[in-house]
């Protein structure tokens, strides 16, 4: 097909590309086209230079075609393009999964590899409840999750989620769901910098009246994400996380925590289990994993979990679940790279020392037009704008776009901003994203 670069015609290319979570009229009509990257940069097809201020989508921790994952990928390209994952092995997977698995506390040693982090979210939500059946609990098969709660887009993952537009659309989901309120209370904790010192027992009793109501021998798990993402960036106040540990563990409950963007050093930590001293019966990542270079996610479990389906069962398929590209030699490649590089570049640590300046910069925006709240943890941060009448998402969508015309990507999501930087950035990097974000509150109506 020949391309007619004519006024009328040049977008007809983009046609038959159905965008993912993404105004398709809108952005075909004016498009951003990344064409490369390398480093913290994006280059676009219009020839301009943009700094990537949400690590591609909370993924590319390390920034852009790292020289050391490009590689790995390309030699495992040149030695095993594909093995059988069912019945069959290769190395880098196996090896994979040690490394993944030490980064963990306590007992989670088992990592059960899939390709993305709404898979993550599935794969664990089924472990859970045929966990509970194998050891003789056939009741515990209810599910519960947040309100606001994100965990991808299976029916697993929309139906403990809580994210309404996500939902709406898709009938009645999985049945046996039920929701907690959402951990955060603009009226106390907005502008709040990281965790709120807000007590935490209010929710630990609606959940306990929760789990009163279906009693615990009908609940399997309960899953969170440690600090909401795709949300918009809000902390849970301290020792929300550990209180959820006790009440769940209390009742025989699973506690699943949802880590895809947690996982990784997004929050200067190897993960929220380790940041908040907690250990969850199972985890969930993907994204970061191998920084976004091929799809991969995981289930990493504790190993009651894994001895429970290894002992269940005398011989034969121990747990009827796995994908054609579970741990694909190239992501596994990739993963082993990636993880080098967070260790050896002492990547973690960086992402912590830069917390504070990057908590103290984002909170400079407080006096901004449109902002009405912004929280942080780590290298997270959301701002929200006040909405615009009779047209949610519409200011928050202007800002991002503002943003951008200043050569920085953020995200919007409805009235929320988040920025996510890559962790290796600088003090330069986060300055010319807040001025960015400063430029296109400023620009907007
Ligand atoms: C907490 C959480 N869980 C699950 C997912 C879904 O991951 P994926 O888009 O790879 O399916 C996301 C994506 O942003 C996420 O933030």
Not at 98 to 108: T, Y
Not at 146 to 154: D, F, I, S
Not at 254 to 273: H, K, Q, W, Y
Not at 332 to 339: K, M
């Amino acid at each position: 097909m020949t391309l007619d670069n004519s006024p009328e015609r040049r977008n007809d290319w983009l046609q038959s590309y159905w965008m993912p979570f993404t105004p398709n009229k809108a952005f075909k009509a004016a498009p951003r086209i990344y064409e490369r990257a390398e480093g913290h940069y994006y280059y676009t097809s219009e020839g301009t230079k943009v700094l990537d201020a949400f690590s591609g989508l909370w993924c590319c921790n390390l920034g852009h075609r790292h020289p050391k994952i490009v590689e790995a990928i390309k030699a495992q390209a040149d030695e095993l393009d594909y093995a059988n994952a069912f019945n069959f092995g290769h190395p880098k997977v196996f090896e994979l999964a040690n490394v993944v698995a030490d980064q963990f506390p306590g007992d989670l040693n088992h990592v059960f590899f899939v390709n993305s982090g709404s898979e993550a979210a599935d794969t664990a939500l089924k472990m859970a409840i045929a966990y509970h059946r194998l050891r003789g609990e056939g009741t515990r098969t209810r599910l519960i999750g947040r309100v606001n709660g994100y965990h991808g887009v299976g029916f697993g993952g929309i139906s403990v989620g809580g994210m309404v537009n996500n939902r709406k659309f898709f009938g009645s989901l999985l049945p046996g769901v039920d929701h907690m309120s959402f951990p955060y209370d603009p009226a106390t904790q907005a502008f709040t910098p990281g965790e709120a010192e807000v007590d935490v027992e209010p929710y630990m009793r609606e959940l306990e009246a929760m789990i009163a109501l279906h009693d615990a021998s009908t609940i399997a798990a309960v899953i969170v994400e440690p600090f909401a993402g795709s949300g918009g960036v809000f902390v849970p106040p301290k020792n929300y996380l550990k209180r959820l540990r006790e009440v769940t563990k209390k009742h025989g409950i699973l506690l699943i925590v949802d880590e895809v963007i947690s996982g990784f050093g997004r929050m200067g930590s190897p993960n929220a289990a380790t940041y908040f001293g907690v250990e969850p019966d199972i985890v969930t990542v993907a994204k970061a994993i191998n920084n976004g270079a091929v799809p991969m996610g995981a289930a990493i479990v504790g190993k009651h979990i894994y001895d429970g389906f290894m002992d269940a069962s005398a011989a034969g398929v121990e747990f009827f679940h796995g994908y054609t590209y579970s741990g694909h030699p190239l992501a596994a490649a990739a993963g082993l790279a990636a993880q080098e590089v967070f260790r050896e570049e002492g990547v973690y640590a960086h992402a912590a020392e830069m917390s504070d300046y990057f908590e103290q910069a984002v909170h400079s925006l407080k006096d901004e037009p449109h902002v009405v709240d912004i929280r942080n943890i780590g290298l997270a941060a959301g701002v929200t704008v006040s909405g615009r009448e009779g047209a949610p998402g519409a200011r928050g969508n202007d800002v991002f776009l503002k943003t951008y015309e200043k050569g920085v990507a953020v995200r919007a999501n409805g009235e929320h901003l988040a920025i996510a930087p890559i962790l290796t950035s600088g003090k330069a990097e986060i300055d010319m994203m807040i001025d960015a974000v400063r430029a296109g509150l400023r620009a907007t109506a």
